[in-house]
């Protein structure tokens, strides 16, 4: 059965010295999505997804996963729960090739441990074959497959971000979480990105992504919340959101509607 919330955030705070970066953040997406989280810069966007996955302690938060409670502080239990993110600034095995990036995304799904891995017994043979075959797969799936075999810090900026979509999509996420996919893309590019994004979400996986694009998020999220100074200022359907008048006055400016 499907859970009708897919990601359930309550009630983060998060502090760094002094600034209080993340104030009572509470966030839920629904099952089969796209949520968006705008707001200006340093609002605290990234610090929600750093908190959500582990990279930092929140000081207060709950954190539920299809039904399922889970300790971002446990990578694995955030792998494993079902949550992959991309990065504001790209984070790509640069000298790896473009192949090599998903495998390594996909291995965390193997079973065969070190021994395995070190006597490379018929069982780790096997692994390898298929996270080999579906990291290509995937590959084909954003639609770079033909630069597989290319050093990642050779491919254009827009691939490299299809990589890190890739990689991501390589743990078999219920939630992909991106942190400004369409930054530094140019129009055509965020076409792509947009058909993309759709295609992942019409194949079953939730996203949540922080974007500055207005158009692309008005155009995409069915959900956006805002936050603005560590706090959700606003949550709801982008026209909502479009016509909110503190909205206008934190972030989108007059004219947007
Ligand atoms: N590791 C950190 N140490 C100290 N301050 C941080 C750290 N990460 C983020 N901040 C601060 O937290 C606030 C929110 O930052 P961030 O989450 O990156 O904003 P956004 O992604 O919305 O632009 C900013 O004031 C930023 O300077
Ligand atoms: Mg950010």
């Given at each position: ?187 055509t590019e965020k076409v792509e990105l947009q058909k993309l994004l759709e295609k992942i979400n019409s194949d079953g996986t939730t996203i949540l992504m922080i974007e500055h694009d207005v158009k692309l998020v008005m155009g995409i999220c069915h959900s956006i919340t805002v936050l603005d100074h560590g706090e959700v200022i606003a949550h709801g359907t982008p026209d909502l959101i479009r016509t909110n008048p503190a909205v206008i006055e934190a972030y989108l400016g007059p004219g947007v509607a």
């Amino acid at each position: 059965m499907i859970n009708k919330v897919m990601l359930e955030v309550s009630n983060v705070n998060k502090k760094f010295g002094g600034l209080l970066a993340l104030s009572s953040v509470s966030l839920s997406i629904e099952s089969g999505t796209i949520a968006g989280l705008i707001g200006p810069n340093g609002a605290g966007k990234t610090t929600f997804f750093n908190v959500m996955t582990g990279l930092y302690p929140a000081d207060t938060g709950s954190f539920s996963l299809a039904g399922k409670s889970y300790n971002p502080r446990v990578v694995e239990e955030v792998v494993f729960s079902g949550i992959a993110r991309t990065f504001q600034n790209i984070r790509l095995f640069k000298e790896m090739t473009v192949l090599e990036n998903v495998m390594v995304g996909r291995h965390c799904r193997t079973k065969a441990g070190f021994w395995g891995a070190t006597l490379r017994t018929q069982k780790t043979q096997l692994e390898e074959k298929l996270i080999f075959d579906r990291s290509l797969e995937l590959l084909d799936y954003v639609g770079i497959v033909q630069h597989a075999s290319k050093t990642s810090k050779n491919l254009s900026y827009g691939d490299q971000r299809r990589l890190e979509i890739a990689r991501a999509m390589a743990t078999d996420p219920l939630v992909l979480a991106l942190d400004e996919p369409a930054a530094g893309m140019n129009a055509t590019e965020k076409v792509e990105l947009q058909k993309l994004l759709e295609k992942i979400n019409s194949d079953g996986t939730t996203i949540l992504m922080i974007e500055h694009d207005v158009k692309l998020v008005m155009g995409i999220c069915h959900s956006i919340t805002v936050l603005d100074h560590g706090e959700v200022i606003a949550h709801g359907t982008p026209d909502l959101i479009r016509t909110n008048p503190a909205v206008i006055e934190a972030y989108l400016g007059p004219g947007v509607a």
